[in-house]
C-alpha cells in the first residue's frame, strides 16, 4: 500500500493541475493542461524518445566518467594525506565553479560531440563521488583493520575485503545525488552547441513558446532520473543488502 501513496499523490496532483486550467482558463502558452501534455508525448513519441536516449546516453556517459575517475583519486586520497590534501581543495574549486560557465568553454576547447557534455557531467557528479568514497574508506572500523594486520593480512587484502565493502553504502547514497546532477549536466551541456537531446529541446520549445512540447521533455528528464535512480537502489540491495540503509529510500 505505502508503494502506492507516491502515485496516488501525484495523480490528485494532476486532477488539481487539469481543474485549475479549466477553471481559470489559463492560455496554452502560458501554462498547458496535463491532457495536452500527454497528448504531445503520444503524437510526438518517436521524436521525444530519440531525444530521451541521446541525453540519457550523455548523463551516463558523463556519470560512469566521473566515478571512474572519483573512486580512483578517493582511493589514493584515503591511502595518502599528501593526496587528500592537494586534491581536496581543487575538487572544491570545481565544485564552486557553474557549471553554465564552463559548459560553453567545454563546446569551444573539445567540439560539439559527445565528449564535452560527458565532461560537464563528468564535473558536476565528480565531488560528491569523491567525498563520500573517501568518507567511506576512512571510515572503516579501526579495531577491525588492526585486528587483521595483526594477522599478517596485506593491505591490498584489507582493502579489496574490508574497506572497499565498507565504503559501499557511502558511494550509493553518493550515487543517488549524482544521478539528478548527471541529468542537469546532460541537458546544460546541450544548450550549448547541440541539436539533440531534451535540452535542446527545451531551448526550442522554450523560443517557440511551445509549452506542451517543453513540459512533455521536463516529464521525460523526471521518469529518466525516476529509471536511473531504481537501478541504483536495485544494485544497492544487491551488493550492500546487509547495511541497516537498504530498505528505507
Known amino acids: 500500500m505505502s508503494r502506492l501513496i507516491p502515485v496516488i499523490l501525484v495523480l490528485l496532483c494532476l486532477i488539481i493541475w487539469q481543474t485549475a486550467i479549466h477553471v481559470w482558463d489559463v492560455p496554452v502558452y502560458l501554462m498547458p493542461s496535463p ?91 565528480f565531488f560528491p563521488i569523491l567525498v563520500n568514497t573517501v568518507a567511506g574508506l576512512k571510515a572503516t572500523s579501526r579495531p577491525i583493520t588492526e585486528y587483521f594486520e595483526s594477522l599478517g593480512v596485506s593491505k591490498w587484502e584489507i582493502l579489496m575485503k574490508i574497506r572497499i565493502p565498507y565504503s559501499l553504502p557511502y558511494l550509493f547514497a553518493a550515487l543517488k545525488v549524482s544521478i539528478p546532477l548527471s541529468i542537469i549536466g546532460a541537458v546544460i551541456g546541450e544548450w550549448f552547441g547541440s541539436s539533440n537531446g531534451l535540452g535542446n529541446l527545451i531551448m526550442v520549445s522554450h523560443g517557440n513558446l511551445d509549452t506542451e512540447t517543453l513540459f512533455a521533455c521536463i516529464f521525460l528528464l523526471a521518469i529518466l532520473g525516476v529509471i536511473a535512480t531504481s537501478v541504483v537502489v536495485v544494485l544497492e540491495k544487491r551488493f550492500i543488502f546487509w547495511h541497516p540503509s537498504v530498505g528505507t529510500f
Open 35 to 125: 491532457d495536452r501534455v500527454f497528448m504531445t508525448l503520444v503524437t510526438d513519441f518517436s521524436t521525444l524518445m530519440e531525444d530521451f536516449g541521446y541525453t540519457a546516453f550523455e548523463a551516463a556517459g558523463g556519470l560512469i566518467l566521473g566515478v571512474i575517475v572519483a573512486i580512483i583519486i578517493g582511493l589514493f586520497s584515503a591511502r595518502f594525506a599528501l593526496v587528500e590534501t592537494t586534491v581536496m581543495p581543487l575538487a572544491v574549486f570545481v565544485k564552486v565553479t557553474p557549471v553554465l560557465a564552463i559548459a560553453p568553454l567545454f563546446a569551444i576547447w573539445f567540439g560539439f560531440g559527445f565528449f564535452p557534455r560527458f565532461l560537464i557531467v563528468a564535473v558536476v557528479t
